[in-house]
């Protein structure tokens, strides 16, 4: 019940602002349009600069803690209302041969392994609840109507 009556509430609301701003668009005049038009062209003009960074958004190339060579194609890229889409590409090559593989002090025990996490932290304890209380109330109705339908005959 609860979908169907916000999704009205919301096409209502909705239809009301589309229609109110339609209206307002309407009464501006042509040079007032172009004006808005153009700045808003300008503001939509993005610039943004291309690089590797690490956690903190530090950039990585020529640090000495990052064991690759950084390199960018292009270390900026443009976007407007009519340019939307720039690619980019950041190459990362090892500049130093990976150290010895590290042995596990213990290599006949297996390593453990903790569940996948999904990041779903729903509480399954209130719908299983849910769903017993349902089965039970199932099972009730059920021996009810039997019940009652013996007694009818």
């Given at each position: 019940m609860y979908p169907t009556v916000s999704d009205c509430w919301n096409s209502f609301h909705q239809s009301r602002a589309i229609t109110f701003y339609a209206e307002s668009v309407a009464q501006i005049d042509d040079d007032t349009y172009e004006k808005m038009w153009d700045q808003a062209v300008k503001y939509s003009r993005k610039t943004y600069y291309v690089t590797e960074t690490d956690a903190d958004g530090v950039p990585v190339a020529g640090s000495a803690s990052f064991a690759y060579t950084?390199?960018?194609?292009?270390?900026?890229?443009?976007?407007?209302?009519?340019?939307?889409?720039?690619?980019?590409?950041?190459?990362?090559?090892?500049?130093?041969?990976?150290?010895?593989?590290?042995?596990?002090?213990?290599?006949?025990?297996?390593?453990?392994?903790?569940?996948?996490?999904?990041?779903?932290?729903?509480?399954?304890?209130?719908?299983?609840?849910?769903?017993?209380?349902?089965?039970?109330?199932?099972?009730?109705?059920?021996?009810?109507?039997?019940?009652?339908?013996?007694?009818t005959r």
């Open positions: 950084v390199s960018v194609d292009k270390t900026s890229v443009t976007l407007s209302g009519d340019h939307s889409e720039e690619a980019a590409v950041i190459t990362n090559a090892r500049t130093e041969p990976p150290g010895e593989p590290v042995i596990p002090e213990n290599p006949d025990t297996p390593p453990t392994q903790n569940s996948v996490r999904t990041g779903d932290e729903t509480p399954l304890g209130l719908y299983l609840g849910i769903f017993a209380g349902s089965a039970v109330m199932l099972v009730v109705l059920l021996v009810f109507f039997v019940r009652r339908r013996r007694k």
